[in-house]
């Protein structure tokens, strides 16, 4: 498996613009994870999926974020518009279905760089 | 709500000697995981170790091992012969067995290996 998939690995854009972020799971994984790194913040939990199901989404700063999943494969994080601190590397992450006996490791993409001037 | 407390920022170890990086962590479930995970300059999070809370034994991966201690709530990790490419930054964290699905993180620490 080619593990999960990021697009793009790095993204510089101006304010006001509009930022799409791609993530491609490991196939038959049943959970989807979005995270943003900062130096000063750390790892955030942005949201996360369960069969493609928004399940919690109070990591969301605002209401310029959304993410979409349409489908077991694809899932979509949206900034728009786009602002300097919104600067971060954000990371996708899946993991298969937990309970017991289940580690429920979450296997992490490459991660996007964002750059907002 | 559970939370996760890595107290040291950064850390150096003189390659080949042996590091133990902290963790804490807060819960009132009994039955959980503990991870550690490695984050090198390349930025991907890499799983070094995992611990189920209901298994006594302390994990081993190579050169990597736990001490692990329930009644404490202590999750630390040791990194026997370090070597060059250990150098990154270490999370510690932790998930529910049941209910959320959600991964705790602590704020990490950066490890430095002195040639």
């Known amino acids: 498996d080619a593990g999960v998939i990021q697009s793009p690995r790095h993204e510089v854009t101006e304010m006001g613009q509009e930022v799409t972020l791609r993530c491609k799971p490991i196939?038959?994984?049943?959970?989807l994870f979005w995270y943003r790194q900062t130096m000063m913040r750390g790892l955030e939990l942005l949201i996360y999926?369960?069969?493609?199901?928004?399940?919690?989404d109070s990591g969301m700063p605002e209401d310029r974020f959304s993410a979409k999943m349409p489908n077991a494969s694809f899932s979509t994080l949206k900034i728009q518009p786009s602002e300097p601190r919104d600067s971060a590397v954000y990371f996708c992450?899946?993991?298969?279905?937990?309970?017991?006996?289940?580690?429920?490791?979450?296997?992490f993409g490459p991660g996007t760089r964002l750059t907002v001037l | 709500a559970q939370t996760v407390t890595q107290s040291q920022p950064e850390m150096s170890v003189q390659e080949a000697e042996t590091v133990t990086l902290s963790c804490t962590y807060d819960?009132?479930?009994?039955?959980?995981?503990l991870f550690w995970y490695k984050q090198p300059p390349s930025r991907q999070m890499i799983l070094v170790i995992r611990?189920?809370?209901?298994?006594?034994q302390n994990a081993t991966e190579n050169r990597f091992s736990v001490n692990f201690q329930k009644a404490a709530k202590s999750f630390s990790l040791k990194i026997s012969d370090s070597q060059l490419g250990d150098a990154a930054m270490y999370f510690c964290?932790?998930?529910?067995?049941?209910?959320?699905?959600?991964?705790?993180f602590g704020k990490g620490t950066r490890l430095h290996i002195l040639p």
């Open positions: 196939s038959g994984h049943d959970y």
């Open positions: 999926f369960n069969n493609n199901v928004p399940i919690d």
């Open positions: 992450a899946s993991s298969p279905a937990g309970g017991a006996g289940a580690y429920n490791e979450q296997f």
């Open positions: 611990q189920e809370a209901y298994k006594q």
């Open positions: 964290a932790y998930r529910r067995i049941y209910g959320d699905d959600k991964i705790i």
């Open positions: 819960t009132s479930e009994s039955d959980y995981y």
